[in-house]
């Protein structure tokens, strides 16, 4: 067996973390570069994996297979094309949120520090994990350090928050859990990849879906159970909020392509119109919510519920466009709301105020955050030549092919982004400098200048050039989307 | 000629009590002697019971008596719990002023009645075993005799138990008169056809057993007891006495009437949900740590019953990790509790653990571990406990009762979460002391870590269940 690549890029945040616990908490400095440390070192195996990863091949890669509880259940982890790039996502984004941490943690770093990386481990396990159980075991196991993020070193209302966060998303995935078991029981196994070869009975399929549905719908967040979105967002930390809307929010997108869509065809299908329906209004109703906003942070939530309402749109349309277009969607979703969220965090840390009111005319005392804040708001609306202008375009063109009307629906959400983002940009940025606070502000320092540019060179380079990333899926999505009909045919032959 | 050489951790246990009265007695200031010497018995029991180790069924004393691998194994949790919960709480004991010389000798000779109710096979052995565990727990929860609260749960405890005790006597005579015997065995040859009397019968018994393991709706006095006796008392409440009536559940239900299953698994169900869903809603409301640990141990129990209402050797099996990975996670709850204290003063309100986290960070730490562990949340120990129960139950189909117990499990994070919020989001106040016994400091170390890395490998614990066969 050759070295178990995945594991270490699971575990390696783990060890970290425990390094950290026997730091003395007095040394911020060492914890600092030790986290930084280990994070960068997991995005460089990342990137390793990336280049040594067969992009013409829609097979599993680099499994690995062990026995875990006897007789049970197999520790199986391995990628394909579609994981991979979630998994470059989450150890691109980790390092910069530990890097942000700078300016916005005064108290309890190490714990802090601590969380983000275990927080990473979970997250990188969720995308490799090709067994039901494990999978639940690092989806869920993600509650702990989130609703601490969030309860420690939030805001006003952060008890509030992180309760609400805890239970909505506790309550959806237990009935997951009901699901998987079943599964066990009625397919013998819970390994994903035989589960794709043995297919499931379709009499089961709806229940089973709709169990999965109740626990990724809240973590997506669909309408109408979105609402914990915008309270965990606004009084969560800078780089909580980063997690939570680059990486948290598709762990669950990513479970619609993995176990929805490919466990269950049958159900997948029935339940179409249904989707496009949540999905519209999630685009619609959120949009307007986003339009009336005070609040920064909240405005950017509203505005990520409504571009996942895009990403389940093109999911569920079963087109090569649609399909990539959601994956693409989410990963471009991952850098910019990433972006959006770390320049929240610069102005609010000079302020400490998050009201769209409380700003205006930054342009003339942040010249550098200005631009690079433009680069941000034109990447979210979906401009041609950043990266959300490629996702929303795909998937827009795969839905003409399903809908006209949805499509067409759906266009209007992306004239309501443009909208609300681009007043907010006029709100803050331009005008006249009225509060006295502004005045004094700071321009960006080196730390967060590296931070954003990154952030927007790679939004740009890859709106011209997104070629590294639809090579690495296409094949994946190609057998994917064979594999599905193949199944729906087969399972409409039979009922002829 | 009768070998008794297989009860010989019952005679040691016996003799010992006697011994250590007769010390009582002639010895003046021997209280700390006799109970550092109990915990010397109790462990020295556990390495004879463990050398036993039978390989096949052995019966005692023209049958009444069993000794297998399931009891031995039982026998075993018992008295490392026992001796665990005595370790803890020695430092409780003598800061409280309830070390007289009965004491460790009223736990051990209810550790005794224990052993002999686990391996009963006959109903008046089985009655025997959980009297004498029983009066020894009176005495105990009223052991602070000049606190009102103590005496008062002592009280409540005695007149409530001897009415179950009462229940399930006639329950004992409505089976011997419709089986026309107390033998376990011979009741199962007896009872072919279903007779009402022998449902009845049945009833009886489970709800004064369902007492014991303070099963919804016979848990009124839970709350009151567990608060009202000293810690160190109510964690012997919290642990001993159900994981020695849930064995009974295992040895009566599925032993004798085995073949009315389908008579009995709808009282097990009810009892199960019930535990379950009143466990998880009526904590939400409670101030104080004790009460609330008794909520939380009425829903744990559900949990467990209901890995017993599916009639597998599965559900048992798991049902007995779920009781294993449940006193782990008590145990370690108790040592913190131990911990909460100021000049020999204790505290026991959720109030008092706030902000704990800044003056205290190991302790809230593994307090978090437990309670994260305690509301099921994975990779912790507990949510593998309720992930094999619920496996046991979806094999079966059992949807309602799989469904309505994840639900109460999400009802019950909202009160162990609420714990954590207190701890490490409140503000903080003062310090507690820090000169705790390193015994107690060992437990909670080694008891939080193993619910931290149980899922590593959960072969471990798991191995010693997977030869239990009862069906």
Redesign the interface.
Known sequence: MNFPIISSLILLPLIGALFLFFINSKNITGIKYVSLFVSIINFLISIYLWLIFDQSSYEFQFVENRVWIKDFINYKVGVDGISILFIILTTFITPLCILSVNSSIKNRLKEFLIAILLMETLMIGVFCSLDLVIFYLFFEGGLIPMFLIIGIWGGERRVYSAFKFFLFTLLGSVLMLIAVISIYWIAGTTDVEELYKLGIDPKYQNLLWLAFFSSFAVKTPMWPVHTWLPDAHVEAPTAGSVLLAAILLKMAGYGFIRFSIGLFPVASEYFVPFIFVISLIAIIYTSLVALMQDDMKKLIAYSSVAHMGFVTLGLFTFTQQGVEGGIFQMISHGIVSAALFFSVGVVYDRTHSRRINDYGGLVNVMPKYSILLMVFVLGSLGLPGTTGFIGEFLILMGTFKKSFLVAAIASLGVILGAAYMLWLYKRIVFGELTNQKILKIIDLNKVELSILTLLALSIIFFGFYPDPFSNTYSVSVENFLNEYNDKLNSYNLQNQ | MINLFFISTEIFLSLSILFLLLIGVFKKNSESFIYNFSCIILLVGLAININLNPQFPIDLFNNSYKIDYFTTLIKSIILISAFLVMLCSLNYVKQNDILKIEYPILILSSILGMLIMVSSNDLIVFYVGLELQSLALYVLAAFKRDNILSSESGLKYFILSALSSGLLLYGCSLIYGFSSSTNFDLIYQNSESIEYGIIFGIVFVLVGLAFKITAVPFHMWAPDVYDGSPTSVTVIFAILPKIAALTVFINFLYGPFLEMFDQWQAVIIFLSIGSMVLGAVAAIGQKKLKRLIAYSSISHMGFALAGLSVGTNEGIQNSIIYLIIYLIMNIAFFCCLFMLKRENQYFDKVEDLSGLSKNHPLLSLSMMIIL?SLAG???LAG?FAK?YI??AV??QSM?FL??VG??S??IA??YY?RL??VM??DEQREKYDLNHSIGLKMILVVSSTIILIY?IN??II??FV?NITII
Do not use: D, M, R
């Open positions: 994260f949340i994975p990779p949510f992930f619920f496996t979806i094999e949807y799989a469904i994840l639900l499990t999400v994070a909202f979460i954590i919020k490490y989001f899922f959960p072969n798991n191995n997977s």
